[in-house]
């Protein structure tokens, strides 16, 4: 059986500054806030690292408006990139649909 991979569509990018994104949570099945408590839909993703230094993260929601260093992303080509700790850490990617059918 194939598994679909769900990717990020423009509809969830929140330009931030400096050419920075925030990417919405459209389904938050799983993914909890950093106190625990379950995601909603609207919060941003969170890449947050597991130890300094990072060479781990775990995916986290804050809620709408977050525009922190861990919630902070850049489009490249088809994916969307976290890296919240910059060169001296881990590297994160969401993939990314530039372009979608029936919108």
């Not at 806030?33 to 969170?46: E, F, I, L, M, N």
């Not at 995916?59 to 489009?75: F, S, T």
């Not at 850490?89 to 530039?98: D, N, R, S, T």
Request: proline share 11%; aromatic share 6%.
């Amino acid at each position: 059986m194939i598994e679909p991979i769900e990717a990020v569509n423009p509809s969830q990018l929140v330009p931030q500054a400096n050419g920075h994104v925030t990417v919405t949570i459209r389904n938050p099945t799983g993914i909890k806030r950093g106190d625990g408590t379950p995601a909603k839909v609207g919060d941003v993703y969170s890449c947050n690292p597991v130890a300094l230094p990072a060479y781990g993260f775990s995916w986290q929601a804050r809620p709408k408006g977050a525009n922190g260093v861990y919630e902070l992303a850049v489009v490249v080509g088809a994916a969307v990139v976290f890296a919240p700790l910059g060169k001296n850490g881990v590297a994160v990617m969401l993939p990314f649909a530039a372009s979608v059918p029936n919108g």
